[in-house]
Structure formats: C-alpha cells, structure tokens
C-alpha cells in the first residue's frame, strides 16, 4: 500500500508484549491481541488492507487459499459500503473467481468442509438479481459443487432442496449442461437415501443428457457414479460395464483421477466378490496414483478399503494402524462415513481377537451413526459385528439384529454380503438350518457375478455338520478346498468334520494347522481344539484329549464369548465323562445344533 515502515514502532510494539518477532518475521503474541487490532480499523481501511495483503501474497507465491480469503474479505466489506478507496472495482468477480479456485482445490483433495464453506462464501457474494448468463452459470457450478459435498457429508436435508431450485433454475434458463449436474445430484441424494430404483433413473437421464452434450469429462463421471451404486446395491455385471465405458473415456482425456477411481471401484469389486488379493492389486495402483495427484480423499478410500484386505488376510495389526490413520483423516475431512466405515473395522478387529464386549460397543457407535447417515452398506457392515457381537455375549437382541440384517438385504439389489453375515451369525448361534439357508441365497448371488463362494461355503458346511449332514459338509467343504485351504477357518471346519466321522489323525493335522495360523479368531480355535480333543479321545489317549480341550475353554472363556464357552465345556464334558474343574456347560446357551454336535462327538468312554 505504499506506507513507511518504522522499525522503532514495531520494536515499542514488542517491547508492549504484543507482537512475537523471529528475524523479518513477525505474528501477534494471540488471537485476542490480532482481533483487538483489526477491530480498530475502520471497514475500508480494512478492505484496503486485504487488497494489500493479497497482493504481496500473490507477489510471493503464497497459499492461494489465504489469497481467496483476503480478496473475498475485501469483497464482502465493499458489498456492505459501497466503493472503497483503493480496492478495485471487480474485487467481488476477482474474490469469486478465487474462491471457486479454492473449491476446485477442496474438491480435488476431499476437503468436504472446505468446499462447503468456500462455496458457500462464494455464493453469498452474487446479488440476488441482474447476473450474466457467465455469473449464472458460475453461480450454479457453485451450487452443484456445494450440494456434491452436501451428499458426501450425508446432509441431505440440506442437499435436496438445493438440487431441487438449481434444477428448476436450469430448465428456466434452457442451460442444459447445469440440467444434466443437477439431474446427477438428485439421484446421488436418492442413491444415498437408499431409493435405488430412482437413483438409477436419475443418473440414467444424466448419462443420457450428458451424453447428447457430448460433454465427455462429465458422462465419464456420472457413469463411474452410476457404476458405483451398481457395486453397492444392484448388478455387479452392469458395474464393470458402467467402469469400462467410464475408464476408456478417462484414457481418451488423459484423467488420471478417474482413472485411479476406476481402480479403487474395481478393487471393491474384486473384494466384495472374495478376490482379496486382485483387489489389493487394484488399490496398490489407485493409492498411488491418487497420491501422486494430492487426493486425500481418494487416498483415504483406497487405504480404508486396503486395511479390510489386510483383516481379510489376517494381518490384525497392520489392519488396525491403517485404519487409525483413515480414520483420523476422515474426521479432519468431515467424511463420516469414512470414519464410521474404520469404526467398523476396528470393531471387527476387536471381535475376533476375543474382546467381545468392545466391539459389541465400537459396533454400536458405528450401527448409529451409519443410521444417521442413512447408508446402508455401512449398516451392514456394523450389525454384522454388532449381531456376532451380541450372539458371543448371549444378548437377547441379537435375533433382532438378524431380522433387520436380512431386511437389510432385500434392499441391496444382487450383492450377498448380507446374507454370508447371517449366515455366519446363525452358524455361531447353532441355528445350522437357518445357516444353510442363508449360505444358500448368498451362493446363489454370489454365482450370478461369478465369484468364489469362499466364506459362505465354509458357513455352509458348519451347518450342515450342526445338522448332522457330515457327507454333504465334507462335499462342501472340498469345493473352498483349492482357495482356503490354508485358513484357520476351514481348517478348524476340516478337524471338526473329521473327528465327527472318526478320522482322528485328520482332525489332529487340521486343528495343529489353525493352532500355527497367524491370526486365527478365537472361534477358530475354540472349535478346532475341541474337535481335537475328541479325535486324541477316540485313540485313548486322554492327556491329549483333555490338553486339547482345556485349550478350547481358555479360548473361549477368554473372549467371554458365552456361546463358544458353553461349547467347551460340554464337549469337555462329554468327551471325558465328567465336569470341568470351572463347573458345568450352560447348555441353555447353546443352540440344537451344537448340541448335536457335542452329543456326535466321540468319547473316551467308548475306546475299546
């Protein structure tokens, strides 16, 4: 601004306790003393001052953000007086242009407040009348933005009255382009609101729009988009076909960003249909992308979804330091969603390391918010290890919690992970017959996108063992043979089917297998070390059997898991001929089929 500089006030001010000075540098002592400071200045001198201020920013490369914050300052102050001495004449165009620059860069980052609060800044600065078509079509690119971000933060109450005025805006000004964004945001709103038939007739008229504009960047965008609620709620066949035209267009515009959520879309394809190990191929490749490019959001979904890999293969610790650190961006990020999809993980870390009752709690706290939230993938998620959870605890509620999982289901289109959870938690309850049925429909699903049935043919073969059905358990177990025979899952499967059926030495192999495995859950362990024990019975040889045995109630009571404890101590019971120095089995916890399981379990007693 052309003023002299005194070096003998600045000293008298740090001599006053007011400035801290480091060389040329110089910042107030606190917030207080540069609030009383700036509150001593008239407005225009104020808005003066932000023109200087920016300027030397602008002249030394600063934060560019902070340049948009001086020039929308100014901007503001001369929207309440009038023209200012000193401060240009187009400083509310200036001030928008930069705010909407800073936008762009929230965007790019997955700054979700940011973008609320620049955009939100930037729109407050249009009058209310008089636009440009060129400030119309700023304004609504603004809007569009800010109701995107509405979206991702789950605020739809704020999202879908915005979209709502932006589209009738845009048919009144025949502005096709801000038609299309808006008919975009209104089946986001819809696809997160869990009304998947409309979101798919939205976003299909966006496609059509866009497609009409030749608008190739966004019909790239809205058919990634179109493909993602396909991934989560619909045909998983139509998702790879919505990725595939999205990607060759991305190619063709040399987007390297969509690219790199193409392939963190592919990963969840891969993951969600048990190929653990191409997904973390895909997510390798979109993390790096995405963080050569300063994506923190794209970052933070490719690293959230790579800690569920990393669970999946067992590595619980490696899984829990990502998910701390998702997390903890997440939150800075103001994405809940994100952060409630880590609590969730988290929760299942907890679960099946034997702490029951935190994850029963961590579950909870995910399971409320992703009801906030209104999401239902996460939903699952969370009732998944809340159900487990409450079943181990011999909560009452969990049969609650089951009915809502499948409802919960009918809802999400072809995608089985619904019913693979339910199967798992009537499996853990000894409901053997539910559990087959619930494995069945997750087979079936999972057959119509071609996937492995990993998990859900394990779950399968448990109930038909609890059912008595130990040919057709065996039968189903072979055909997960070639994908899961190293996992501590299917191994302790393996030993249980196998004592049943008095095959001692491979019931032996297979519970010392699921001993050996890093990060066997504890349930794991409880039914491989009791199956065992049964097998050293069936030989004679009772110090083995009872080893085992005790091994399998310490894993239980452990985790306090009241079901898994029940099942211990009456195969302890049963297979020795007397009752465990801790007391009886509560076989009131356990349901028909493992009792019927314990009730096949051979005997010391009977050898010889």
């Known amino acids: 601004l052309g003023q002299r500089f005194d070096l003998q006030l600045l000293d008298a001010l740090d001599d006053a306790g007011l400035l801290h000075i480091d060389g040329r540098r110089w910042i107030f002592k606190s917030d207080s003393v540069r609030e009383v400071a700036y509150n001593t200045l008239t407005k225009a001198v104020r808005a003066a001052r932000h023109i200087g201020i920016s300027r030397a920013m602008q002249s030394l490369k600063s934060n560019p953000d902070d340049i948009a914050h001086h020039l929308a300052s100014a901007a503001e102050i001369v929207g309440e007086l009038g023209a200012v001495p000193g401060v240009p004449t187009d400083i509310r165009a200036q001030a928008v242009d930069e705010l909407e620059l800073a936008v762009q860069r929230a965007t790019d980052q997955g700054n979700l407040r940011q973008i609320v609060r620049y955009s939100t800044r930037a729109l407050e600065l249009f009058e209310t009348g008089g636009l440009t078509p060129t400030c119309r079509a700023q304004r609504a690119r603004l809007r569009l933005r ?43 709103i819809s696809q997160a609101a869990g009304d998947l038939p409309v979101a798919r007739t939205q976003l299909g008229e966006a496609i059509d729009l866009f497609r009409e504009l030749g608008d190739e960047r966004q019909l790239a965008e809205t058919l990634r988009l179109r493909g993602f609620l396909e991934l989560f709620g619909g045909s998983l066949t139509d998702a790879e076909w919505l990725f595939g035209e999205a990607a060759g267009l991305y190619t063709q515009l040399d ?65 829990e330091d990502l998910a701390d650190v998702v997390r903890n961006e997440a939150r800075e990020r103001g994405d809940e969603w994100a952060e409630s999809m880590m609590v969730s993980l988290i929760a299942s870390i907890r679960l099946w ?132 025979s190293a996992h501590p899952f299917f191994n302790a499967t393996a030993a249980l089917i196998a004592s049943l059926e008095g095959a001692p030495a491979e019931a032996l192999a297979a519970a010392a297998a699921v001993e050996r495995a890093q990060g066997h859950s504890y349930l794991d362990g409880v039914v491989a070390f009791l199956a065992a024990g049964a097998a050293a019975a069936s030989v004679g040889n009772a110090i083995t059997a009872q080893d085992w045995l005790g091994r399998s109630i310490d894993q239980a009571e452990a985790a306090q898991d009241v079901v898994a404890t029940a099942l211990s101590l009456a195969a302890y019971e049963h297979v020795l001929g007397h009752d465990h120095p801790g007391g009886p089995a509560r076989l009131d916890a356990l349901g028909v089929g493992w009792r019927c399981v314990v009730d096949s379990l051979p005997r010391l007693t009977d050898v010889g």
Not at 163 to 174: K, N, R
Not at 177 to 188: M, N, S
Not at 283 to 307: F, I, K, P, S
Not at 388 to 410: H, K, P, V, Y
């Open 146 to 188: 800010r109701i995107g971000a509405f979206i991702e933060l789950r605020q739809l109450d704020r999202a879908r009255p915005e979209a709502e005025s932006v589209l009738a805006d845009a048919i009144a000004d025949d502005d096709q382009v801000t038609t299309a964004g808006a008919l975009r945001a209104r089946g986001l």
């Open 255 to 319: 987007d390297r960003r969509g690219l790199g959520y193409i392939e963190q879309h592919r990963a969840w394809m891969s993951f969600l249909t048990g190929n653990i190990s191409v997904a973390e191929e895909h997510l390798r490749r979109a993390a790096d992308t995405l963080e050569e490019l300063g994506d923190r959001a794209g970052v933070g979904w490719a690293h959230g979804l790579l800690a569920f890999v990393e669970f999946y293969n067992l590595r619980f610790q490696e899984a």
């Open 353 to 484: 390391t034997g702490h029951v009752d935190a994850a029963a709690a961590m579950a909870e706290q995910a399971r409320i918010k992703f009801k906030k939230l209104g999401d239902n993938f996460g939903l699952n998620q969370s009732l998944t290890v809340l159900g487990r959870s409450q079943i181990a605890l011999g909560d009452a509620n969990a049969a609650r919690t089951l009915e809502t999982l499948i409802a919960q289901g009918e809802m999400q289109g072809q995608t089985a992970f619904p019913y693979v959870a339910a199967a798992g938690m009537a499996m853990h309850a000894g409901d053997g017959k539910t559990a087959v049925l619930h494995a069945d429909e997750a087979l079936d699903r999972l057959a119509l996108v071609h996937a492995a049935g990993g998990e859900a043919l394990i779950i399968k073969a448990v109930g038909q063992v609890q059912i008595g059905q130990y040919d057709d358990a065996r039968a189903t177990l072979a055909r997960v043979a070639d994908e899961a």
